[in-house]
């Protein structure tokens, strides 16, 4: 009733299939995964993940179908599929970057319910933020793709004209976060630590500060005051930072990608 089709089993279609797994919420035998070079999903195959190259019998044996390949090879992967779709049966869920709902539905000439989802490459160890939105779904479609993707993660729903903006936030957001740790440890290594220990250190400082905030519910700047002693090194720092404009080059930087997206 529920097994899941993934079509493209590359970094992110694996990732939510071994995602699933860990979860123990989907059995081996729920999943199948399809791929050109099946060999490459040898593992998931010895751990009883059923892997084909054949999209029409995955779709044929699975209800929720998560589309993964590279968003060019979407419309192949839709007229493929589409004639073996049962609308009342199977719902599609699409991971392609600016895929639209729209499009989904005009290309498959079917009102099926589609949904568009964004997570980030988090989604590998199951700490993926993944924003959803959808076309054509009913309240219980909705909470079973809501619930699956938060078995990898955070998972919430938006609306679609936000998918861009979550793209750029959640899934570019990521590769923000990782240069902003790899300055950390530059930092970090010209003032006394190996590579290693430097890295360890700016990760978990990382991680911890993310926790806090999430735990505790403040404001970012809530933490900050905690930490920065009057006339202390904290803020000596966090002030030369900002005149050379830390946060002003942050926003730049995710308005560029958004515009770019945009375009
Ligand atoms: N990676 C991310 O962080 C991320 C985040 C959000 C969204 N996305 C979106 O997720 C999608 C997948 O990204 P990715 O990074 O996982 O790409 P990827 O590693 O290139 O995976 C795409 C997979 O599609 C397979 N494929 C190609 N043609 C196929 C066909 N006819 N039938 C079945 N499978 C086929 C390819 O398999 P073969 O090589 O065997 O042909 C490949 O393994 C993209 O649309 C991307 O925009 C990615």
Redesign the pocket.
């Known amino acids: 009733m529920n097994k899941i089709a993934i ?9 939510i299939a071994k995602g699933l797994l860990v979860s123990k919420n989907y059995q081996p035998a729920d999943i199948i995964i ?5 060999e ?1 999903l040898k593992d998931l195959k010895e751990k009883g993940v059923n892997v084909s ?1 054949d ?1 029409i019998f995955a779709v044929n044996n699975a209800r929720i179908i998560i ?5 060019y ?2 419309v ?2 839709l007229n ?1 599929i589409g004639p073996g779709l049962k609308s009342g049966h199977h719902i599609i869920a ?6 639209t709902t729209d499009f989904i539905i005009k290309t498959l000439e079917q009102e099926i319910p589609v949904f568009r ?5 988090a ?1 590998e160890i199951q700490e993926s933020i993944t924003c959803i939105c959808s076309r054509n779904a009913n309240f219980a479609d909705r909470e079973q793709i809501k619930n699956l993707f938060s078995l990898l993660g955070e998972a919430i729903v938006i609306n679609e004209e936000l998918m861009e903006a979550a ?1 750029v936030l959640g ?1 570019c957001g ?1 590769a923000f976060v990782f240069r902003f740790i790899r300055a950390m440890m530059q930092a970090g290594i010209e003032i006394g630590f190996d590579a290693i220990t430097a890295s360890k250190i700016a990760e978990q400082t990382v991680k911890g500060a993310a926790e806090l905030l999430q735990k505790g519910g403040k404001h970012p700047e809530e933490e900050i005051d905690k930490v920065t002693t009057p006339k202390g090194c904290t803020i000596s720092g966090l002030n030369e930072m900002e005149h050379r404009g830390f946060s002003s080059s942050l926003i730049k930087g995710i308005l560029n990608s958004f515009h770019k997206i945009e375009k």
């Open positions: 079509i493209g089993g590359g970094n992110l279609g694996t990732a399809t791929r050109n070079k099946i490459r190259r999209n589309i993964a390949v590279k968003p090879k979407v192949d992967i493929e699409s991971v392609a970057t600016g895929i989802v964004m997570p980030n490459t989604i793209t899934a990521i």
